[in-house]
């Protein structure tokens, strides 16, 4: 069964610092992956997603994600935080086409400190 | 407006009551799902529904009632609510796996 793993609950940032989240999937094919962002009180928004080509994707808010096969991962990045990307971050899996059932990690808790 | 709404926002119920979570999608997406959200959980898959009157369970479906008349509405009903079920839900829906979830702003259940 495919699973995700984000092994970091919370992570604390200055603003203006660099960011990188981590995500590890389990699944023996390429699955298709996503990266969500919750703010406080919301719904899910979806930052980007990966399915195949290019193994670095870009997605909104400046955020971009790296697919490695040979590491199971798909790490989010984004180059210089802004306070107003404290959030939970979640990544997520689906596997092969036919099994339209989205796993979740369990989140990441982003805080950002001025 | 266009987008996906959920009702009630918030909701208060006592233990072995009937409760009805609504959602509702104006794209016309094919596929509607119903999470939950538990502390340390991450979120977890209930049902979801691939067109109307298609439905399937997820990962805890177990106490949830789900049914898909209309392609905008996928109703979640907790037939006799228990403590347990204590948490905020959230609805999605999408056209295709490749698209992404969209989700709705989440309903807060509070089960005494």
């Known amino acids: 069964a495919q699973s995700v793993t984000q092994p970091d609950i919370h992570i604390t940032v200055s603003e203006g610092a660099s960011l990188e989240l981590r995500c590890n999937y389990s699944?023996?094919?390429?699955?298709?992956l996503f990266w969500y962002v919750q703010s406080p009180g919301q719904g899910l928004q979806l930052l980007l997603k990966?399915?195949?080509?290019?193994?670095l994707v870009q997605g909104i808010k400046g955020f971009e994600a790296e697919f490695k096969r040979s590491q199971s991962s798909f790490n989010l990045r984004k180059p210089s935080v802004h306070w107003s990307d404290a959030a939970e971050y979640f990544c997520?899996?689906?596997?092969?086409?036919?099994?339209?059932?989205?796993?979740f990690g369990t989140g990441t808790r982003l805080t950002i400190i001025p | 407006d266009a987008g996906i709404t959920q009702s009630p926002r918030y909701k208060i119920t006592e233990t072995g009551r009937q409760v009805t979570l609504m959602c509702h999608q104006t794209?016309?997406?094919?596929?509607m799902f119903w999470y939950r959200q538990d502390l340390g959980h991450g979120l977890r898959l209930i049902y979801y529904?691939?067109?109307?009157?298609?439905?399937d369970k997820g990962e805890v479906p177990d106490g949830y009632v789900v049914s898909r008349s209309k392609t905008e509405n996928f109703p979640l009903t907790l037939e006799s609510a228990t403590r347990s079920q204590t948490s905020v839900y959230f609805c999605?829906?999408?056209?295709?796996?490749?698209?992404?979830?969209?989700f709705g702003p989440g309903t807060r259940l509070t089960v005494l």
């Open positions: 529904s691939a067109a109307a009157d298609i439905t």
């Open positions: 699944y023996g094919a390429t699955p298709y």
């Open positions: 999605a829906s999408s056209e295709s796996l490749k698209a992404g979830q969209f």
């Open positions: 794209w016309s997406h094919s596929y």
């Open positions: 990966y399915f195949s080509g290019d193994t």
């Open positions: 997520a899996v689906v596997a092969g086409s036919g099994n339209e059932k989205l796993t």
